[in-house]
């Protein structure tokens, strides 16, 4: 096996989206201009996405990933939304682009014509989702983004499904349609609800922090792999899974969750890389299958089925929004600040992505009797081109129209202030806490180390208060960001002379390791409490 292709994709998309983050252009669409314009690079190998791979071993992680950042509670308070957009869209789109494309495309058969309306129906909201947090959208926007790309995917593979078997002759009716859509969802929701409770008890009786951060990684595969087995919906499997592990992840062990925030990050950034890289890198893939069709026909198949994808999102987007309110004095009373802003937003918002790829480079080339697809190449190019145009031109005007529209931004001052708030209940429990704990005689402890307790305590409760106040006019920071940094630069000098130590040969490495070890918790902490990523 030749490990150098899979090295070079791996390095250039970590380097491209590590350099987009100097630039004003969101990360997902940098890496499929750096695809595109590598694909035609004298040496670049040829990297065809595989759906074998992809769907198996790429969409699980990644969705993991997402539910495990997800909020339970959020997408809960919003499921209405969600599941319009996540269910009811993803069939109508796959009807109405599939039946635009019938009209359009000349001897396209209404059954292949609803695979590709299949394949290009779910949004990919990673590259929504990462502009969304980036321009400080209402966090219910972002919220309803995030729940469709957790779930879509199901709904638009079950769907493919059907319209596939009828396409290379299988045959399906609408009643088998429904029944395999109600065993796919049904069974991987309780795939998912059967494994998460015994996952979540591993977690919490696993000891060892490096055990247990390989479960977190074996997780989503397992049960992927086992709602697969029964023929239920995978994705729906490690939604559920991750929704509850996420929900539930303050009962495990500190130590793993630090391990594991780090390790899921790297994971998360260098398959999202990779799979935006791969993106464009298709393009002498799709270009080559092309055939005997003009370019001037295709382009116009190409605009017409671009156009269908952004005009069907709308089309239902807008009365999804609407039609609930007009219907339930309870809606409108619950969501007062909707807008025509939001749906505008939302609808602006369906970027498609890698899953609609790898599932049309597994239409098979035949049907049951032998005979070619019907227009298979065709069916890939318009797919290639509705992903790509959708990340290009709404990818880079969704920023501007998100400033144009003027939504109204997060209050930071209103969530410092919870913060605060949340912060001083805590601290007020903890106080009281040490001193249960300080009464009973076997816990006694020397004042000063009693006082260092509340100190530390204490310094807590006023950090984020101090970020509501006043700050140094030299240098434009509170108290608390000044104690920070000083604690950091203290940290430093402590570190340079234990390594001069270990080059004294003062201390040996095994030392020395434990000595960083200790420092780089410090200050991890603290790095965390400003609000950075590790």
Known sequence: MDVMPLLMLVAGAAAVAGAARRTP?????????????????????????????????????????????????????????????????????TLAVGYAAFLVVPGLPLTAALVLGAVVAPPDAVAATAIARRLGLPSRITTILQGESLVNDATAITAYKVALAAAVGAGATWGEGIREFAVASLGGIGVGLALMVPLHWLRKHLREPLLQNTLSLLIPFAAYAAAEEVHASGVLAVVVVGLWLGHRSWQVDFATRLQEAAVWKMVSFVLESAVFALIGLQLPVVLRGLGGYGAGSAAWYAAAVFLAVVAARFVWVFPATFLPRALSARIRERETDTTWKSPLVVGWAGMRGVVSLAIAFSIPVTTDSGAPFPDHNLVLFLTFTTVIGTLVVQGLTLPPLIRLLRLPARDSAAETLAEAQAQNEASVAAERRLDELLADERNALPAPLADRLRVVMERRRNAVWERLGTVSAVTGESADDIYRRLAREMIGAEREVFVRLRDERRIDDEMLRTLLRRLDLEEAAAYREEGGVA
């Open 25 to 93: 252009v969101p990360a997902p669409l940098l890496l499929v201009a750096a695809g595109l314009a590598a694909s035609y690079v004298p040496g670049i190998p040829d990297y065809t996405l595989d759906p074998g791979v992809v769907l198996p071993l790429l969409l699980p992680p990644l969705l993991h990933t997402a539910a495990l950042d997800s909020s339970y509670l959020d997408l809960r308070a919003n499921i209405r939304p969600v599941a319009l957009l996540s269910v009811g869209y993803v069939l109508f789109a």
